[in-house]
């Protein structure tokens, strides 16, 4: 089975720049703070914030996989464009490789639309079902508009 790629669009009322703000540069603190039960920290192990930082993600009690390792790959403050890798726990045994890649783009409304395209690769005898992937897509999106009532709730973030 070779490499799953699925793109999805998000809008939101928030703008590109807060959004991207909260959700890339400042999600350290933000996305815990919006999904208390799901995510208790995300804490950066190596780097400075940009390209090649290694940061670990704890999920909270219920979930699936403890814990998760990704890499920062791209940032572009300018062009609200983030992408990383899974590079340790999750979803890796049964993928060899999954990536995201996050665009926020300025609506003109004064919104925004996030686009993101996820790469999976499966581990050669691995099958993945189509529940599975409309699962993650889910949650993506899941997580995507708690960031945005999070900020709609608290607009001086």
Known sequence: MGAITYD???????SAEKMFKAFVLD???????????AITCVQTLEGDG??????????GEGSVHKSVKHRIDGLDKE???YSYSIIEGGALDVFESISYHIKIVATPDGGCICKNRSIYTP?????????EIKAGKERASG?????????LANPDC
Do not use: R, W
């Open 8 to 14: 999805m669009e998000i809008p939101s009322s928030i």
């Open 27 to 37: 999600g350290d603190t933000i996305i815990p703070k919006a999904l208390p039960h």
């Open 50 to 59: 940009g390209v090649g930082t290694i940061k670990l993600t704890t999920f």
């Open 79 to 81: 062009n609200f464009t």
């Open 123 to 131: 581990k050669c005898d691995a099958q993945v079902s189509e529940e």
């Open 143 to 151: 997580i995507f508009k708690k960031v945005e009532a999070y900020l």
